[in-house]
């Protein structure tokens, strides 16, 4: 950065303030732009001479999954599934992500809460016979850390060699953000932030985000919900939202899906979380 840009923007924000004249802001924020580097961005090319390439799906190898999500996951993508609490969230994303490492591709679940043993005795089950294949499972216990986008980013460099074709992140809603207001400021500012990891490191990234169903009028709030909290959170390239129709039954409704062609936005699937077995309904 070019310091004497950055000298004399303090200069404009300490006029602008003194005489309370918007111009010099707009000046300040005009000298900060210059001091930036242009190599923090990619020159425009003309359309013919780019080279764009449309990333592969990646099969996860069940049947109704890959045709829910119209074709599989794709590398740098952010997927976020939204649910209220104990409808089964942990154990939707750990099946998901085991059925990609059963299918030969490696994952790394980040766990945020105090959770560890249940999260890895979930694994034991979905991989039960799959011995082989349970060496690209990683897992990092961050509870006892500052659990941030910043120390899942210092993790996959440290893991280099090993880096995971998926990172399994449970969940955002426990990790830390600089901003702290709005909670759909929050869920936007994070899901953007995993974007552009999941994009500098060429790895899917699995969330979800915790949804309540009672509003303060009353009634069923999870369409209010969905528009503040999960409806901001465009940044992901899908979001599904997960209801508990009884206690084997989920229904999954896909909100959003970039770049894709959604023969159906809803499924409902039974799970036996003692067994890990799912299957559609």
């Known amino acids: 950065m070019n310091k004497e840009s950055i000298a004399e923007a303090v200069k404009f924000i300490q006029t602008g303030y003194n005489l309370e004249n918007e111009e010099y802001i707009v000046k300040a924020i005009s000298s900060l732009r210059s001091s930036i580097s242009t190599k923090s961005y990619t020159p425009p090319s003309k359309i013919l001479d780019m080279k764009i390439e449309k990333p592969e799906f990646m099969k996860s190898g069940v049947d109704w ?32 992500a085991g059925q990609f490492v059963i299918n030969d591709f490696s994952v790394l679940h980040i766990n945020g809460e105090d ?39 210092d993790l996959l460099l440290e893991m280099k060699s090993t880096k995971p074709d998926i990172v399994v992140i449970d969940y955002m809603d426990i990790m830390h953000t600089p901003r702290r207001g709005q909670d759909w400021l929050e869920a936007e500012e994070l899901t953007r932030d995993l974007r552009f990891l999941a994009k500098e490191f060429n790895v899917i990234i699995l969330t979800a985000s915790q949804m309540n169903y009672e509003s303060s009028g009353g009634g069923r709030g999870l369409a209010r919900l969905f528009r503040s909290k999960v409806g901001k959170s465009m940044n992901a390239d899908i979001i599904i939202t ?40």
């Open 242 to 281: 997960a209801d508990k129709v009884d206690d084997n039954i989920l229904a999954l409704n896909i909100e959003k899906a970039r770049g894709r062609s959604i023969l159906y936005k809803n499924i409902f699937i039974s799970c036996d979380w003692n067994t890990l077995e799912v299957n559609a309904a």
């Open 65 to 96: 999954l890959d045709s829910f999500l119209a074709g599989g996951l794709r590398k740098q993508e952010l997927m976020l599934v939204a649910g209220v609490p104990h409808v089964g969230k942990t154990h939707l994303l750990s099946y998901i």
């Open 115 to 153: 959770l560890m043993w249940d999260v890895a005795e979930i694994y034991k089950k979905i991989l039960n016979g799959y011995d082989k294949e349970a060496d690209k499972l990683y897992m990092s216990d961050m509870s006892d850390n500052k659990f941030s986008t910043q120390s899942v980013r």
